[in-house]
């Protein structure tokens, strides 16, 4: 990794937003004081057209009831009022609010215009009903000629509708926005630091694969042959962005059965249930939607088939586990959970000589080898599924990360906490050496984790949404003039290969 940023300026307008400013910045920092009006502001910005990086922060009106004086805006944009087309987008808003939002301050994301004169109430309004939440005068012009360049314009609001005129001096609450400004800088620095990024690597195969989409379709399909509510046993599958859209259109997400009112119609999720709750399904007569993913059918039907045949069957997977547990009821009396190669050289089985293994579809083969290599030794004649029945999803997102993580100075895997495959993929590359961190989304990136990094990585967990890594990349691409990328690619034969893309 390089060091941080090689130039930036921190522009404050008013004398006091640049003291309060300066109580929370390091020594150092760049901070220019530009004084009011879009003339000093346009002279300011004049002066700074070789810096490479430039933010924007102080107070400013709200246009929001939602809005609170001392709450802070990060624009999201930031408008001309007299040329409402002459926006300049501020990618890196969600990574800034996340970084104000570990400090305790209450942000909100959103356009800032900037009007050529104080706004009266009625201006005030019109600007509200574009859909701005912040109005100042000055933003616009220091950032004028930044396009190309990392930019930022955090506010923190002064005043609200219905005072007449946005005149700082004259605010009575000036001191609990000021307030606000001493907390909210160092997101800045960390802002400035990350800057450096230059490339980004994507991991493609990525997000969705075909037992996810499948799972997701049916509920949608059941949603509008039935009508809310659909009840779903568990989550459909592990990720809160999907559950919650879902949701949304009326699925009701349960534990158990019998949360679910009789003759509702009941989705068993894409992990697989065990034969008791579909047992219970049928003595209910629940109409049953099964979107168990087809690699973990077939898993359960491997599991019946040896368990039938008199093998000790063992089950390399995770306790606690939605598909394990499923796998695990088809024969419990047969079927042992081995979680690691301890656990494999503590085994007991009735008959050395017909053992058998499976494993949860969402680890891929070299996870596993540390555990099989113990088995083997053990029970010689252990025999397990053919690759055909591993999940190539899993498989071919593993090899694509190491792809990316040997090219990439950090990893942001999208995906949730709960997600099996997408814990995996931040250990991959954290066995390989590169940092790599699990985030549900774009705002919980944190910008320190990409302080002086030029390449970084990014791919996503088989139940993560792809609007998640579109969002994602468009904050890295926020963070400076990107060279162009290369896109990982594995085929279903794991031939891993390379194609460059260019940055958007």
Same mark, same amino acid.
């Given at each position: 990794?390089?060091?941080?940023?090689?130039?930036?300026?921190?522009?404050?307008?008013?004398?006091?937003?640049?003291?309060?400013?300066?109580?929370?910045?390091?020594?150092?920092?760049?901070?220019?004081?530009?004084?009011?009006?879009?003339?000093?502001?346009?002279?300011?910005?004049?002066?700074?057209?070789?810096?490479?990086?430039?933010?924007?922060?102080?107070?400013?009106?709200?246009?929001?009831?939602?809005?609170?004086?001392?709450?802070?805006?990060?624009?999201?944009?930031? #408008?001309?009022?007299?040329?409402?087309?002459?926006?300049?987008?501020?990618?890196?808003?969600?990574?800034?609010?996340?970084?104000?939002?570990?400090?305790?301050?209450?942000?909100?994301?959103?356009?800032?215009?900037?009007?050529?004169?104080?706004?009266?109430?009625?201006?005030?309004?019109?600007?509200?009903?574009?859909?701005?939440?912040?109005?100042?005068?000055?933003?616009?012009?220091?950032?004028?000629?930044?396009?190309?360049?990392?930019?930022?314009?955090?506010?923190?609001?002064?005043?609200?509708?219905?005072?007449?005129?946005?005149?700082?001096?004259?605010?009575?609450?000036?001191?609990?926005?000021?307030?606000?400004?001493?907390?909210?800088?160092?997101?800045?620095?960390?802002?400035?630091?990350?800057?450096?990024? #230059?490339?980004?690597?994507?991991?493609?195969?990525?997000?969705?694969?075909?037992?996810?989409?499948?799972?997701?379709?049916?509920?949608?399909?059941?949603?509008?042959?039935?009508?809310?509510?659909?009840?779903?046993?568990?989550?459909?599958?592990?990720?809160?962005?999907?559950?919650?859209?879902?949701?949304?259109?009326?699925?009701?997400?349960?534990?158990?059965?019998?949360?679910?009112?009789?003759?509702?119609?009941?989705?068993?999720?894409?992990?697989?249930?065990?034969?008791?709750?579909?047992?219970?399904?049928?003595?209910?007569?629940?109409?049953?939607?099964?979107?168990?993913?087809?690699?973990?059918?077939?898993?359960?039907?491997?599991?019946?088939?040896?368990?039938?045949?008199?093998?000790?069957?063992?089950?390399?997977?995770?306790?606690?586990?939605?598909?394990?547990?499923?796998?695990?009821?088809?024969?419990?009396?047969?079927?042992?959970?081995?979680?690691?190669?301890?656990?494999?050289? #503590?085994?007991?089985?009735?008959?050395?000589?017909?053992?058998?293994?499976?494993?949860?579809?969402?680890?891929?083969?070299?996870?596993?080898?540390?555990?099989?290599?113990?088995?083997?030794?053990?029970?010689?004649?252990?025999?397990?599924?053919?690759?055909?029945?591993?999940?190539?999803?899993?498989?071919?997102?593993?090899?694509?990360?190491?792809?990316?993580?040997?090219?990439?100075?950090?990893?942001?895997?999208?995906?949730?906490?709960?997600?099996?495959?997408?814990?995996?993929?931040?250990?991959?590359?954290?066995?390989?050496?590169?940092?790599?961190?699990?985030?549900?989304?774009?705002?919980?990136?944190?910008?320190?984790?990409?302080?002086?990094?030029?390449?970084?990585?990014?791919?996503?967990?088989?139940?993560?949404?792809?609007?998640?890594?579109?969002?994602?990349?468009?904050?890295?691409?926020?963070?400076?003039?990107?060279?162009?990328?290369?896109?990982?690619?594995?085929?279903?034969?794991?031939?891993?290969?390379?194609?460059?893309?260019?940055?958007?």
């Amino acid at each position: 990794m390089t060091g941080p940023s090689d130039e930036w300026v921190l522009f404050a307008v008013l004398r006091a937003e640049a003291r309060a400013l300066g109580r929370g910045l390091p020594p150092g920092t760049p901070l220019h004081r530009t004084g009011t009006g879009t003339a000093r502001a346009a002279d300011a910005a004049s002066r700074h057209r070789s810096t490479s990086a430039l933010a924007v922060a102080g107070i400013a009106g709200g246009l929001s009831a939602a809005l609170r004086p001392g709450d802070l805006v990060v624009a999201s944009e930031v #408008r001309r009022d007299n040329a409402p087309w002459d926006t300049l987008p501020c990618p890196t808003a969600p990574m800034i609010a996340a970084s104000l939002r570990r400090r305790g301050l209450t942000v909100h994301i959103g356009p800032v215009v900037t009007a050529a004169r104080l706004p009266d109430a009625a201006t005030r309004l019109r600007l509200a009903c574009t859909g701005a939440l912040a109005v100042d005068t000055e933003s616009a012009a220091l950032l004028a000629d930044a396009r190309g360049r990392p930019v930022a314009c955090v506010r923190v609001i002064a005043d609200l509708p219905p005072r007449p005129r946005l005149h700082p001096f004259a605010l009575g609450r000036l001191a609990t926005a000021l307030r606000a400004l001493p907390p909210a800088a160092p997101a800045l620095v960390e802002w400035a630091a990350a800057t450096t990024v #230059r490339q980004v690597q994507l991991a493609e195969p990525r997000s969705f694969c075909a037992g996810v989409e499948r799972a997701i379709a049916m509920v949608q399909r059941a949603l509008d042959q039935h009508g809310p509510p659909v009840y779903v046993r568990r989550r459909i599958v592990h990720n809160a962005h999907v559950v919650a859209a879902l949701g949304r259109r009326g699925a009701v997400f349960v534990d158990d059965l019998d949360e679910i009112p009789d003759g509702a119609p009941t989705v068993f999720s894409a992990h697989g249930v065990p034969p008791a709750v579909r047992a219970t399904a049928a003595r209910r007569g629940l109409p049953v939607i099964d979107a168990t993913c087809p690699l973990v059918t077939k898993a359960h039907s491997a599991a019946r088939r040896v368990a039938g045949r008199g093998d000790t069957v063992l089950l390399i997977g995770h306790a606690g586990h939605e598909e394990t547990e499923g796998t695990l009821g088809e024969a419990p009396e047969r079927i042992t959970l081995v979680q690691s190669a301890q656990d494999a050289e #503590r085994v007991e089985v009735a008959d050395p000589a017909r053992v058998s293994y499976l494993v949860q579809t969402t680890l891929a083969m070299d996870e596993v080898s540390d555990v099989l290599e113990v088995l083997r030794r053990r029970f010689p004649g252990l025999t397990g599924p053919s690759t055909d029945d591993t999940c190539y999803a899993a498989t071919n997102r593993q090899a694509a990360l190491r792809a990316v993580a040997a090219r990439s100075d950090v990893v942001l895997v999208l995906g949730s906490g709960r997600s099996a495959n997408s814990r995996r993929l931040v250990e991959i590359a954290l066995r390989g050496g590169t940092p790599a961190y699990l985030v549900e989304d774009v705002d919980a990136v944190d910008l320190r984790w990409l302080a002086g990094a030029r390449a970084v990585g990014v791919t996503a967990g088989s139940a993560a949404p792809p609007r998640l890594v579109d969002e994602t990349m468009a904050a890295l691409a926020g963070l400076g003039p990107l060279a162009p990328g290369n896109r990982i690619t594995t085929d279903d034969a794991g031939v891993t290969r390379g194609t460059e893309t260019r940055a958007r």
